[in-house]
């Protein structure tokens, strides 16, 4: 470009140079001739001059004319004007100059001579005054005789040095123009370069801008992909977040309780320990002390007892005793007795005595054997002693008996004995007394023995419930730690789990500032090539005022024109994608058939590699079918749209455009046609619908205007209703509310509203509408199986003001039901009475295509208001696809044979009717037949729209190839009568010379 620059920086000296020469040559004529004959008597040129080479000779040539046309009076005023001066020094010899420039220089000097100019005013002037004066008549007028004479000589000399001037420029003009003619072949060398180079920019930008817009769209559904799932995420997170937060609370609640039961835990151990404390010390006090009491009380009864076995002793000893005098004074009795035999007199008086004595000794006796008694409580040893006692008894009778005055002895001993007994009685009496006491105490104590017993059983059962207590408490704190020790896992696997969604998220994150920052290159790189295309266009632009300045405008309006037409070629590139997409579904037909097989995990459905053909197996027995395209299982919705997006777009030049899921239910017609929620998941509804509001938007630059209007119309039970009529729109049963255009234009069906779309925003929003208003139920072959069709109808219409075209194209996307086994199904009432409307329906569209097949002068398309609504798109002069939707489940394979050797039944009538005059089955024959008359002409036409424009510059081999290819007829274009489409090659648009 700088080459270029330099290059174009030589010319315009050149140019300039060449310019200032001519442009010298003409001002200076005119203005040498405008000095010596007044304003407005030469001829001036024309404002532009068809040949500016010309001029100056025309303009010298009559500049001559008009000196030698000049009264005599003033060419003789102007002499005597002369009078004083070298004529030699005014009139000068041009041969005598070499080169232009000198012969330039000098010619203006003399044109440009203002005391010549002055002295003719000033003769003028003169002869003006002496008139005045009165001057006589004949010597004015020899005065004026002479001065015309010597003006003549001068006119002469100059005319003769005018035609000399002439020859000079003339010749000057010749070489000017061989310059001028070099410095254009020059330029246009140089600006044919530059288009070329401009065309290679170009090409590059377009590439760029291609590889862009792809690249841009590829990371916008990976960008929009990635947001959502992005978004899935953080809704992840945030629910994990949720939950983290729930079982953080939980846990916190948890963690209270636990300290709180903890707390509880404490103070009841606190609590019972103490208590158990104080049972235990009280127990171990009441034991103490009952211990104590039992011990002092068995230490005071051991005493008592040792008290009173000695007592006992002590009688025993005393009993001893008596029982030592008894034995003494039975001795002493035995003596006696014996001195008393002797003495029996002397006994008589003393058996008396004796009767006395065995009386007090019966009473003794008594006495002794209570005493006896009264001992043997207390002891068995007693018995002994009173055996012995009684035996002393006996001997004391005997010796009582015996000896009289042992019986005062006796009676003193009895005596004695009776305070003894006495003093035994009272000791016995307390004994009995202290053992009565002892026993009540023994049995006091015995009870409160057993009180406390009681007492600690009931502290030990205290004991042992509060342990059990203790032990449920130590069960619940363990659970309850199981429990936090849980919580916490919890805590840290959602931990874990917020670090590995926070680590994807960065990575996303990471991602996504890689994608920026290659969208970012991406659109610095568009920059500057858009900095670039400007740089180019201002180069072009100051070229512009460079050669406009130079009075080139051929040649600017030249480069301004090829200019336009590369930016044209630039911008209808996709135009004649367009046309070449038309031109090559006119030779494929105008029905076109696709396939799509539903992914899933066992399929009786083999897609062939070449993208065209399939392989089912229903029962063991392998059936191949071949298709215009075949999407297997792992296709997405993208590569679906870029497959029909070509199709879609015809619709805007002026066709009747329809497509329309076909296939069995549940087999994924409305995931095709509507999609999903998610960006990549859209249908082919959305994306056509943008993709044409997209494609208005760029060819507003070509001038065109389109507007847009949608209706969404259901089907359902052969009834129509109105989609975005809210719920309570009503069912439309009269056929005759859809109304055909006979001259092509838009059907149209009355009581069906058409919303006029303006943005995409819009556009998805009707869409999304729709959607929801149409009838879905759960089947047993779809959870939403759509009960009804559902048509899309998009009514474009285009004009273009420059041209005076206008068009009228229409797109149907049609979401056909599914047709449906009723056994499988198992479709009842309301269900069994849709399907079976369905059915009917598709089974009429097989009608209208077995028609179309077999070329029936009759096609049922008012069998089906589905039919007779899409009559314009089958039948007629528009371009239809088939999707054929099939699910290779093994259970649906009968099903899906149906549908796909329907499928290949059209497109087998399709290709057998390819390229011969039998080529399209439909009822576009007679179209087809005038093709090469109305057809073509009009076809013809098309090229000189903007839209098909006949690039200068193009070989006209291509612009020919053009013209016959889409004159090989096919669907038609709706063009309004009278739109007044002008003849190829007669466009209204500038044409470069
Ligand atoms: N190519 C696919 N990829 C993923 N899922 C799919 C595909 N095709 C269909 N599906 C799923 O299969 C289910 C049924 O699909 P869809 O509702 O589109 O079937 P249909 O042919 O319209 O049925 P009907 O005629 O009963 O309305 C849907 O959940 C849909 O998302």
């Known amino acids: 470009m700088l080459k270029l620059a330099s290059k174009f920086g030589d010319l315009q000296e050149q140019l300039q140079l060449l310019n200032k020469r001519e442009s010298l040559t003409q001002i200076d004529a005119r203005h040498i001739a405008n000095q010596v004959f007044g304003p407005g008597r030469i001829l001036h040129p024309p404002a532009h001059p068809p040949q500016h080479t010309s001029f100056s000779t025309q303009q010298a040539g009559a500049t001559v004319q008009l000196l030698q046309n000049q009264p005599a ?13 070298q004529t030699e020094d005014i009139l000068f010899d041009f041969k005598s100059k070499s080169g232009n420039s000198q012969m330039i220089k000098h010619a203006a000097d003399v044109f440009e001579e203002s005391e010549l100019v002055a002295l003719c005013d000033d003769g003028l002037n003169k002869q003006l005054q002496r008139t005045k004066d009165g001057a006589t008549e004949a010597s004015r007028i020899q005065e004026l005789a002479a001065l015309v004479k010597l003006l003549r000589k001068c006119v002469r000399e100059l005319a003769s040095r005018a035609s000399h001037y002439v020859d000079g420029c003339a010749k000057m003009e010749k ?15 140089a600006v044919k370069s530059l288009e070329a180079e401009l065309a290679g920019v170009k090409k590059d930008l377009a590439q760029c801008e291609a590889t862009f817009k792809t690249e841009k769209a590829k990371w916008g559904a990976d960008l929009e992909d990635q947001k959502y799932e992005m978004m899935r995420l953080k809704r992840e997170l945030d629910r994990i977040m949720e939950e983290r937060d729930r079982a953080r609370d939980e846990c916190k609640k948890a963690e209270q309780g636990r300290q709180q039961l903890e707390v509880e835990l404490k103070e009841l151990k ?15 006090e009441a034991v103490q002390k009952l211990t104590e009491g039992a011990e002092r009380r068995e230490a005071a009864l051991k005493e008592e007892r040792q008290r009173l076995t000695k007592r006992l002793d002590a009688a025993q000893g005393c009993v001893e005793a008596l029982q030592g005098e008894l034995a003494m004074l039975q001795q002493v009795h035995e003596k006696e007795a014996a001195a008393l035999k002797t003495k029996t007199a002397e006994e008589a008086s003393k058996s008396q005595t004796l009767n006395q004595l065995q009386t007090e000794h019966d009473s003794v006796k008594k006495q002794l054997a209570g005493m006896t008694k009264e001992v043997e409580s207390l002891s068995l040893d007693l018995q002994n002693s009173e055996h012995q006692r009684e035996k002393l008894e006996g001997l004391l009778q005997e010796s009582l008996l015996q000896s009289g005055e042992q019986g005062r002895n006796l009676e003193v001993l009895q005596v004695q004995r009776n305070a003894e007994r006495a003093i035994w009685a009272e000791e016995k009496e307390a004994f009995v007394i202290t053992q009565q006491q002892s026993n009540l105490r023994e049995s006091a104590l015995i009870d409160e023995k057993n009180m406390l017993k009681t007492a600690v059983t009931s502290a030990i059962e205290q004991k042992e419930c509060m342990e059990s207590q203790m032990a449920a408490l130590n069960r619940d704190f363990s659970t309850l730690v199981n429990e936090s020790v849980n919580l916490r896992n919890q805590v840290d696997f959602a931990a874990g789990n917020q670090q590995v969604a926070e680590q994807h998220v960065a990575e996303l994150q990471l991602k996504s500032d890689a994608l920026s920052s290659q969208l970012n290159e991406a659109m610095e790189e568009l920059q500057v090539k858009s900095s670039r295309l400007q740089d180019i266009e201002g180069e072009f632009g100051a070229l512009k005022e460079v050669l406009g300045e130079f009075g080139q405008r051929d040649v600017v309006n030249n480069l301004l024109q090829k200019v336009a037409v590369l930016q044209n070629a630039l911008t209808s590139s996709d135009a004649i994608r367009r046309k070449l997409h038309n031109e090559l579904v006119q030779v494929k037909g105008n029905i076109r058939v696709y396939c799509r097989v539903k992914p899933h995990a066992t399929s009786t459905i083999r897609c062939m590699p070449d993208q065209s053909s399939l392989q089912i197996s229903v029962d063991g027995k392998d059936h191949a079918m071949e298709f215009d395209r075949v999407y297997g299982p792992t296709s997405t919705q993208d590569q679906v749209f870029s497959g029909v997006s070509e199709l879609v777009q015809s619709a805007l030049d002026g066709y009747h455009v329809c497509l329309f899921s076909y296939g069995q ?11 999903s929620e998610q960006p990549s ?36 039970n052969n009834q129509l209703r109105d989609l975005l009529g809210g719920p309570t729109a009503p069912y439309i049963s009269d056929q005759s509310a859809i109304k055909h255009d006979p001259s092509g234009g838009h059907t149209t069906v009355n009581g069906v509203s058409r919303v006029t779309i303006t943005d995409t925003n819009m556009a998805a929003q009707l869409v999304q509408r729709a959607a929801s208003s149409r009838s879905c139920e759960a089947t047993a072959m779809n959870s939403v199986s759509s009960r009804s069709h559902s048509v899309f109808m998009l009514y474009i219409a285009g004009s273009h003001p420059p041209s005076g075209t206008q068009l009228q194209g229409c797109l149907c ?5 599914g047709s449906e086994r009723l056994d499988r199904s198992q479709a009842e009432g309301l269900r069994k009475a849709e399907a079976c409307a369905i059915n009917q329906s598709l089974s009429c569209i097989g009608d209208v295509f077995a028609a179309l097949a077999s070329k029936n002068s009759h096609v049922p398309y008012r069998n089906s208001k589905l039919t007779y609504l899409l009559q314009p798109c089958l039948g007629g002069n528009g371009k239809t696809l088939m999707l ?4 290779p489940e093994p259970a649906s394979a009968y099903e899906s044979l149906c549908s796909l050797k329907f499928a290949a039944k059209v497109n087998g009538c399709e290709t057998a009717a390819k390229g011969g005059a039998k080529r399209n089955f439909v009822d576009i024959g007679s179209s087809l037949a005038s093709a090469g008359s109305s057809s073509s002409v009009e076809d013809a036409k098309r090229l000189s729209l903007p839209g098909f424009p006949k690039l200068p510059g193009m070989p006209e081999p291509s612009a020919k190839r053009m013209s016959m290819m889409v004159s090989s007829g096919g669907a038609k274009r709706a063009a309004l009568p009278g739109s007044g489409i002008p003849q190829a090659g007669a466009s209204k648009r500038p044409r470069p010379s």
């Open 665 to 675: 239910t549940g087999a994924g017609k409305t995931y095709t046609m509507q999609g």
């Open 73 to 85: 009076n003033s060419a003789e005023i102007f002499l005597s004007s002369l009078s004083n001066r």
């Open 813 to 817: 996307l049609v979401d056909l039901a």
């Open 175 to 189: 070489d000017l123009v061989k310059q001028v003619e070099g410095a254009q072949l020059q330029s246009e060398i």
């Open 884 to 887: 054929v939707n099939v699910n």
């Open 270 to 284: 606190k609590h019972s320990t103490q208590q158990i404390r104080e049972v235990s010390i009280n127990q171990s």
């Open 681 to 716: 998941g859209r249908g082919i509804i959305p994306r056509a619908v943008e993709k044409i509001l997209e494609t208005v938007a760029r060819l507003q630059d070509q001038e065109w205007e389109y507007t847009m209007e949608a209706s969404c119309i259901e089907i359902y």
